[in-house]
């Protein structure tokens, strides 16, 4: 898409909004986007081997420093897949959804 076919029309939040020019009509805009891979058999691995940051799940070792991405062995740190899983030697992750119901 070059420049000469989009038109500036506003701009809301310090984002500009663009008019694309043809038809159907249509807007273009650049935004911010969160991807967030808990829950997923690959979400978290040794050595940054998932496809989020291992840091992102907390420290995957025994206490002091807590594992949050996913259930834990009694000392705190996390439970590695095994054969019968989805990803072997990755972290169990859990969902970050909640429903608060």
């Known amino acids: ?24 009509k249509a807007f273009v805009y650049k935004a911010g986007m969160e991807i967030d891979a ?15 940051h291992t840091a992102n799940g907390g420290d995957p070792g025994p206490n002091p420093n807590p594992w949050w991405g996913g259930p834990t062995h009694p000392d705190g740190s996390a439970i590695v897949q095994s054969i019968i899983h989805p990803h072997p030697g ?3 992750s859990a969902v970050s959804l909640q429903n608060p119901a």
């Open 38 to 52: 808990d829950g997923s058999p690959r979400a978290y691995g040794p050595n940054n081997s998932g496809i989020d």
């Open 1 to 24: 898409m070059s420049n000469d076919q989009l038109t500036k029309i506003d701009t809301v939040g310090g984002v500009a909004i663009y008019s694309v020019s043809g038809t159907p």
């Open 90 to 92: 990755m972290y169990v």
